[in-house]
């Protein structure tokens, strides 16, 4: 992409409405434009990390035997006062009537759609277990939105929803969506804790919060200085087997949040303990035959006796997300992307386009890259090179491959590592293999 033909609205000055580091970073690189509190329009950089977020979520949920499905943003209110939750939800829930008095709402999550959906359809054992997941906007009238899309009202999340005949069944789904969990964020370059948490309004028996560290968190957590090195990522799973050692492995190791922490009980000596700020980017829950009994998902047993499913449901914060990485992972010239959700994986930038060498050397690397399958951002605009660098790590690309007049006199480029700032003079050949394993 042609930085001259992109729509990259960058703000030199910090918004002095955003007061965290994502939030700021998020505004200032041209990822979001805010429409209303907590409701924002994502910008072309932005969506391709969005993107690339939601796609990271749904081949691990894949991998983990969910199926995709996409169920509407507006659900009818009759479904949730068949589970009794329309009352429950008080303020949150933005409720709507329609032309013919009918009253509707946005959906903040989706038990109710899905249990609706799953009673009209399965009417066997046979057919379990199943797992359903969708990534769609949600709304939440968030009495305090803040901090721009990490608490957003209207968000994106992945939400699954599990169908099982036992509780025993219920666990192997809820233990198979546990690890989905811990890949799906390392892949992000996140470190998120799952940590004993709350069952809330979604009620329940077992329920996990993963959470990442970072000082901007809206919890105070606690967990096993271990948990610092964990590599969830060097364990191969094979879904299809028991995960239970492995998810006994992750939950053995303490975390815990403020409401479950007990100083006094902690088993965690004190030299050993982290006490940090956190950030939710997932929740899971185990909360048995809560909706499928008041709702009817019913199907037959071995015997044609009538079996009341046993469910979990699971979410994700796909446009949280976003926000997260940034707050994990930036500096004081901006952010930092981890390669797997950067929106391009390269930034080429010419310092002369006034200068006809320089351009060709620019546009035949542009050529070679592309034909690579490198996704570049490629700043040809006729700017100061101060002005181009200074883009360039705002946006935080893991890499910068730079065109110059005097590196040309030596048929050299330059190429810049965002991450550490090493620097390192080249051939374009020589970079465009170092770039190509990428
Ligand atoms: N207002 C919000 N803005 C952005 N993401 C949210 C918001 N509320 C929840 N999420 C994300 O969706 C995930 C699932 O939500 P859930 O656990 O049901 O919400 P809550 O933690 O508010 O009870 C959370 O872990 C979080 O990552
Ligand atoms: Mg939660």
Not at 154 to 163: G, H, N, R, T, V
Request: proline share 5%.
């Amino acid at each position: 992409m042609r930085l001259s033909a992109y729509f990259l609205p960058l703000l030199r000055e910090n918004p002095s409405e955003a007061q965290i580091v994502s939030h700021r970073l998020m505004l200032r690189a041209g990822m979001i434009r805010q429409s209303s509190a907590g409701i924002y329009s994502w910008l072309p950089l932005g969506l391709r990390v969005l993107k690339k977020v939601e796609q990271i979520v749904r081949e691990e949920q894949d991998a983990s035997g969910a199926l995709e499905v996409l169920m509407p943003t507006i659900q009818p209110a009759e479904l949730w006062q068949e589970s009794g939750r329309y009352d429950d939800y008080g303020k949150e829930m933005l409720r709507i009537t329609d032309r013919h008095e009918r009253a509707m709402l946005y959906g903040p999550t989706n038990e109710e759609q899905i249990t609706d959906i799953f009673r009209q359809s399965v009417k066997s054992y046979r057919d379990l277990p199943r797992n359903l997941y969708h990534i769609q906007w949600k709304f939440r009238d968030e009495v305090r939105p803040r901090f721009g899309v990490m608490r957003g009202r209207e968000f994106l999340m992945k939400d699954a929803y599990s169908f099982d005949l036992d509780a025993a069944g219920a666990k192997r789904s809820y233990n198979r969506m546990f690890v989905a969990y811990l890949r799906t964020f390392a892949r992000m370059g996140l470190k998120a804790i799952p940590m004993r948490a709350d069952t809330g309004p979604i009620g329940g028996d077992l329920s996990h919060e993963f959470i990442i560290l970072a000082e901007t968190g809206e919890s105070q957590v606690f967990c096993d200085k271990a948990w610092l090195d964990a590599d969830i990522l060097a364990s191969e799973i094979d879904y299809a087997g028991d995960l239970e050692p492995f998810v006994e492995r992750w939950t053995r190791l303490y975390a815990a949040t403020d409401e479950k922490h007990d100083a006094k009980a902690c088993p965690v000596a004190e030299d050993r303990l982290v006490t940090a700020r956190g950030i939710e980017v997932g929740h899971i829950f185990y909360f048995g035959t809560k909706y499928s009994k008041p709702m009817g998902a019913v199907v037959a047993g071995p015997k044609g006796e009538p079996i009341a499913v046993e469910m979990g449901s699971y979410g994700i914060g796909v446009s949280r997300l976003v926000g997260a990485v940034i707050e994990a992972s930036h500096d004081d010239a901006g952010i930092i992307w981890p390669e797997s959700v950067a929106p391009f994986t390269l930034g080429l930038v010419n310092l002369r386009a006034a200068d006809a060498r320089c351009v060709a050397a620019a546009d035949a690397l542009y050529a070679r890259l592309g034909a690579a399958g490198i996704e570049t951002l490629y700043d040809d605009r006729d700017e100061s090179p101060g002005a181009k660098f200074a883009a360039m790590d705002l946006i935080g690309l893991p890499y910068q491959l730079v065109i110059g007049p005097r590196g040309l006199d030596k048929g050299l480029v330059e190429l810049k590592e965002r991450k550490t700032g090493r620097k390192e003079e080249l051939s374009p050949e020589a970079a465009l293999n170092r770039l190509g394993g990428k």
